[in-house]
């Protein structure tokens, strides 16, 4: 194909996207692979530079592993939520904004463009409050579990966001945010991507993850549900399709499209230029749930 | 190339060219036939669509012509300016401002854009005097020649295209300029193209015509040279490289440059998405010329 | 009068016009009279300076005539409305935007003002749909009928013409809109500037005629009618005394005022001075309608 | 001469006059003759009404001896300035600003116009210094004079006035000035309308007297010289014609005008709309001093 | 106690009151005492610069007498109210807006504030109506009454306040009210502070007298009430501990709270620094009165 | 003193630091006590409170040495600059932004404020360039160094502080920089503050440490120098007055007033509401240093 015939081709998708905010959950294999995130972020300027709105929020969960080691502490795990003692969240904090988002940012820079960095106690941007310790069932039994400084969104302030995107900023967001005592608490990417998409009316939550997208059959790559609504992913569950890690990111995608945004796309962070071919393009590359 | 990559080499122009004024003059072939005016017209669309600053000239001889002699009028040239007389004045500018022009405007809209007519009325954008009468010397001798209604760029107030692009809009202009007392003069296309291009401090003129560019030899399209400075062009001429038609075409691109312009590009409009390609690759299409 | 007197006394009116939007339709004799013409256009170039924001809607069925029988064609029409084949459609454009359009926003310059020509495809300013074709009763037989290119409007975007009023320009439209194609479409004068006039919140749309106003007598113009409500309207229709063509030049007004346009106002274009006086004395020069 | 035709004669003086500010000098007879100041207001509000930006600077003098009088003090002046005790500089103050200053205001409101009523010390307008004491020759005699509390300019701030006149109000300033301790200090009228001139580059100054402006022959209206430059005033000077009262007038015209004011105009208050007069028409009513 | 501390005790009302719009009524002996009236000027500038918009409304009861006597009047009240004849109504004129209003305002200036003295016909900011004539019960007696020029709140347009406090200015206001006709009007000015409290939804308004505030002994200033609701107010009312000419003030303080002012303090205007100590401390030094 | 009098006594400073951007160096022993911390940052958010624009640079210097020795590695310093590794580098990264200028944010938000953190690369705000290798004298011997990632400022781009300041917010920097390949160096904060605070034309530099200036004789508290000029500065170096690791600091600040900072503030951070008795008191805490 023609480099003009396909920049033409783009041109609904320069239409539907101009200065549209569209938040883009970076994590994955893609956080730890520095060839990969260096594609990554240049996709993401150039979205900004094509007249759109990019927003990041970024994991880290392997390089907190690390450190942590490093360190002399044992990673630990409750229902997919990591144990959070006071020295760990400071590893969190500094691994998380001291490294993995300056990183970012710098990628940014080198790319041409201008990001940010911030995480939830920047302008009051994330309000958190401590989840449990709660009383829940694993493997069968009920036990009481006390997550440490891990938190729940409370309340998002948009303002400092809508300020830097309206400067040409790229926004770079460590999910960390801050209780009504100016305390840290650490708080799941994915789920604080979704609470940030929906306080900007996100046209769009792009989750850049490890795997293709939804398939009919794991096995196929061929397999894949490129668009999907609501209703299709709980008959989707029910039939067993979507399972395991897949449902929380799915039954998440749910509450986010519930909230206003208009999709929320799944895509495999590890194929070349995934952010561009999927909003982009005609058919995309991943599976694109909408409302209705 | 994937299309990934193609967007992404793309990321140096579209730094470049971010909130850019390009003057595009639109003639020759491209303006008779009807699929590549469509071409040309989704290119510029594309390009606003990415955050550059397109603005439109157009010519029209051919359907000043076809018209002209619909209506039993020859049309006549000295020097390669079409001699005006009243009835003439009064054909270009239906054909120019009532069809041309509104035909380009209806693409914009066609392809998701938002175009304006102009011409030189229009906030008193292009003043202009008459031309001649003068004495001449035609084929060795001197003869007094009236060109009638053919006028010369006095003053340009780029105020109306400024507030146009601001609120999103192409522009599209037909080379009409009015004297001070309100009557309508028939303004070379290029001319008129170097000029608002001059006044609006635009980074490029693209003049798309029926020629790849500037070539070493004129029968090898393979000794294109694709890019050029002022002292180059004038070797070239006197060195007879550019010659008969190219002559006034660089000598005014040169008068351009002067004026503060970075570039202009001397293209083949007939070559599908040049527009694009011209702009958004490394190589470019044609002859770019610059300052130094 | 003593012209400080004169101005004093048009206090009231200045008040209450100041900074108001008032579309001004303009057809009629006055159009092909060039002398009435530029008296209307300095009027309202006089408007301007004084502080109102007045629109120009024009229309020129005679030059239109004209041009048709040059080019060998025969001006047909069904109902008072022009059949509008393809090349009637071309030489309608050609006349009204080229020569008419070009010719008023000339003379507004001429008088010191800013003028704009717009027609319905700047900025997408009057989307159109064809009329018909379709079944109508003609001298008491049914007829199928087909005007060719003849449409209705569909909707205004009045953005650009608020952008160019609050620069100071003089907006001077054509009255010919375009579908969703692109395609133009031949629109009657008199319901482009009804439409407008709504869309914008104007506060009065002049209808520029050859006649006085309604009169009670239609043999006496001191029978003038100089103010009716909507009511008094459908009464005179009712009693006969608004009959033939001043029905649906009222009908349409009606339909103005519905729309929230405080009054329009029916006068005489061949009186000297007929804008300023109707605008800026106590008593007018025509027939003014409002709501109640 | 019809109502329309008077309208569009002024056309060039309202388009000269747009936006313009005018400083207008009231004093004299008008002020104390209500229904003479009360046609001086309506037409200011015209002018405010038809797009200029009216300022007013009023003097007061027989309502100040009056209010004297009554409170059984002798009014004393020296050069033509008014001797100013505490007790008078009490007693100016109540009267210009408490009484003149809110009549005019008052009527402003009443033809429907928003006025301001200011004074020296409001937004620290007008910075003054105490003049004298000092020795001085009267009547041949060297003496030494104590003006009191009479001021001469410092330092004009029109930043409220800018702020006022962008809100559409009509500033009315009372000349009186503070100085840096903040105490009052009573101005000349005639020298603080210059002054706030030259600070608000006002296009012009226009100063009401009793007067039909600077005649050839005082005894023969019709020797009036409606337009002088600068060097002419020095001639007339010298030949005798401008003589006693008015040489002062003209000298501080003389500052105003090298101030960057392009002109002066003297004219008779107690002509009715001599205000619009002198601005909307051709010929003017009284003498205008230009620079060259 | 030290000033950083006494800083950053206040960092709560600085933060609550930033940018708060808050009303000050100066009255009763502080306006006659020069120490005093400083003293309340220089804490209100000192408020300004610390990011608040005060905005003072002045009464002048004492200066006005001493005027009229000065002129041969005798002061005459009925039910509180001053009558008002045509003359007096002159000297209020004079003295509060030529004299009190003016001197505050050079205050402001001394002090290094930006001061604007305004009265109720500036920018239409008090539009009045004469109260009575009416029948009202003297002492057991019916008797009809005339106040004369004694006026009550219309409208009022905040207008003209917004704009200044918005540029930094305070503004000085002389409670004098002008009818339709621009008729001057002698109003309360304890009613004119509340009405315009009222209209700008200030946060607060602070009513200085003469006395602590609201005792509930009234030989005990230890039994100061610092903090009531409306239904407190009315229970002390019926039990008597509010008599007197404490009654009126207290109701029309009722009224401002239930208009949505959030408090209205009664505080001593003869304590040194009143204004800053009611504002930036704990416990404030008067009465405050809230809704609920 | 009483609470009034203290503020009134602040009103000149009010009024000079208005809106004045004040940079302020956090350092040395306040930040390893959480005690002397918390009142540093409540006593800069009265100062946003009141109307300044404050921006907080900081060190950390004991906090890396921590974590360093935590992970094994052992601090090493060559002329007063930590020699930094690639992970000295990282650990440099976290601890200052992850963790000391996020704890700093927090206790801003904690008081009320809204602040931001940010580093170099945020908004290309510090771009810097690698120190050395270099030849340096150290105790009479010529040696080969080389500090690894210790950076010098090379260019500011303030455009971030000036929008976050607009906006309200107080930005907390760390002092790492970015070179043109977006890699991370370790830059001195006293520089840092200081190249700061001349990009922002801040009115005045505090420098926070751990001695009560300079002192003439450093065992007297009492011979502390209230304010010196650059002059003097040189002559009490040559003096011996000024000594040690006081020199650079002094240099420095002479570089920064020499970029058009009004003056360097040298205080203890120690003492109790330092930068409120600094900057609100006639006599300050510390050492003013201002060019002449």
Chains 1, 2, 3, 4, 5, 6 share one sequence.
């Not at 939520?81 to 904090?93: G, N, P, Q, S």
């Not at 799941?188 to 398939?215: E, P, Q, R, W």
């Not at 449902?247 to 561009?276: D, F, Q, Y």
Request: glycine letters at 10%.
């Amino acid at each position: 194909m023609d480099i003009g015939e396909m920049f033409t081709d783009a041109l609904p998708w320069l239409k539907k996207y101009r200065d549209a905010i569209i938040v883009i959950k970076v994590g994955g294999h893609a956080m730890v692979d520095s060839e990969a995130r260096n594609g990554i972020i240049k996709d993401i300027v150039t979205l900004r530079y094509m007249g759109m709105k990019p927003v990041i929020v970024h994991g880290g969960g392997p390089e907190i592993d690390a450190m942590m080691k490093k360190l002399g502490k044992t990673p630990s795990f409750v229902s997919g939520l990591r144990v959070t003692d006071d020295e760990t969240m400071d590893i969190v904090r500094m691994v998380l904004v001291g490294k993995v988002n300056t990183d970012l940012v710098a990628l940014i820079s080198r790319h041409g463009g201008k990001g940010i960095g911030l995480k939830g106690i920047d302008g009051n941007l994330l309000l958190a409050k401590k989840k449990g310790p709660e009383r829940i069932t694993v493997e069968g039994k009920d036990v009481d579990v006390d997550y440490g400084w891990v938190g729940e969104t409370e309340k998002i302030d948009p303002d400092i966001l809508f300020t830097m995107l309206e400067k040409g900023f790229i926004p770079v967001i460590s999910p960390i945010g801050y209780d009504r005592d100016g305390r840290a608490l650490n708080i799941n990417a994915d789920t604080a991507a979704g609470d940030i998409a929906a306080s900007l009316k996100a046209v769009s939550l792009l989750s850049l993850t490890d795997v293709d997208g939804i398939l009919m059959d794991p096995n196929d790559k061929a397999s894949l549900l490129s668009h999907l609504n609501i209703m299709d992913c709980y008959d989707l569950i029910k039939k067993g399709v979507i399972s395991k890690g897949m449902i929380p990111k799915v039954l998440s995608s749910i509450t986010v499209l519930n909230a206003g945004i208009e999709s929320v796309r799944i895509i495999n962070g590890n194929v070349k230029h995934a952010v561009l071919l999927e909003l982009l393009t005609e058919k995309g590359i991943g599976t694109q749930i909408v409302k209705e």
